[in-house]
């Protein structure tokens, strides 16, 4: 089986006020068309190993592999690059810029990553949004819409350039039960569709439970 991201002996420290090592000796791995979720109580590390593992902290110890790829070590414009067409990221607030419309946010990190021309990008924004039931919000203004909306436009900027994972930290946290089960069912379509591989930080033991696999984590260290 396929390994889309594997994480050996990562550690790392904050270093003020004074010495804390708040990630210890971390090693684990997500497959091809595996969702799995990270837990843990506020303070174990959840979010410091995500910003990790997304390659977005790169003040680490240990070996970070990406679709087969050593990342660990490269310049940040190289990783930069890496990041925008391997890792998809959806937050828990969606940071839509409320002046642009949907199509405009969905096709922001496809023009970033500028492998495709206009046409194709906005052709695939729209392919995107239809998949995710909301075509028709494509040139509505993001700030008219709702959260439950929002959270839905997030998802589809975060698969415009077709990444081999999706990460998520707390994606369902700012939702109602309603919204949260709706982006549950989309995760989940992803996973079986189109054999996507989904690590998602959340509190949410129900959201958890019904994931492949679950890596709890406490004091900075994988428990089970």
Same mark, same amino acid.
């Given at each position: 089986m396929?390994?889309?991201?594997?994480?050996?002996?990562i550690n790392k420290h904050f270093h003020k006020p004074q010495d804390?090592?708040?990630? =210890?000796?971390?090693?684990?791995?997500?497959?091809?068309?595996?969702?799995?979720?990270i837990?843990?109580? &506020? *303070?174990?590390? @959840?979010?410091?190993?995500?910003?990790?593992?997304s390659t977005m902290d790169t003040d680490y110890t240990g070996k970070l592999h990406l679709n087969g790829e050593l990342v660990t070590g490269k310049p940040h414009r190289e990783l930069s690059q890496i990041r925008n067409k391997n890792i998809g990221f959806v937050f828990q607030?969606?940071?839509?810029?409320?002046?642009?419309?949907?199509?405009?946010?969905?096709?922001l990190p496809a023009k970033k990553l500028s492998e495709?021309?206009?046409?194709?990008?906005?052709?695939?924004?729209?392919? =995107?949004?239809?998949?995710?039931?909301i075509g028709h919000l494509a040139k509505q203004r993001a700030?008219?819409? &709702? *959260?439950?909306? @929002?959270?839905?436009?997030?998802?589809?900027?975060?698969l415009i350039?077709?990444?081999?994972?999706?990460?998520?930290?707390?994606p369902t946290g700012n939702l109602d039960s309603f919204n949260a089960e709706n982006v549950f069912q989309i995760?989940?379509?992803?996973?079986?569709?189109?054999?996507?591989?989904?690590?998602?930080?959340?509190h949410d033991i129900d959201f958890a439970q019904r994931t492949d696999r679950i890596i709890q984590m406490e004091d900075g260290r994988i428990t089970s």
């Open positions: 396929k390994l889309i991201l594997e994480a050996k002996n804390f090592h708040v990630l =210890k000796d971390i090693t684990f791995a997500v497959k091809a068309g595996e969702f799995a979720s837990m843990g109580k &506020s *303070g174990s590390g @959840k979010s410091t190993l995500l910003y990790i593992l607030f969606h940071y839509l810029l409320s002046e642009f419309s949907v199509i405009e946010n969905v096709m495709k021309c206009y046409a194709e990008i906005e052709h695939d924004a729209h392919e =995107k949004l239809k998949m995710l039931h700030s008219r819409i &709702s *959260g439950g909306e @929002k959270q839905r436009v997030a998802i589809a900027r975060a350039n077709n990444p081999a994972i999706l990460m998520g930290d707390e995760f989940k379509q992803l996973k079986e569709e189109q054999e996507l591989s989904l690590l998602i930080v959340t």
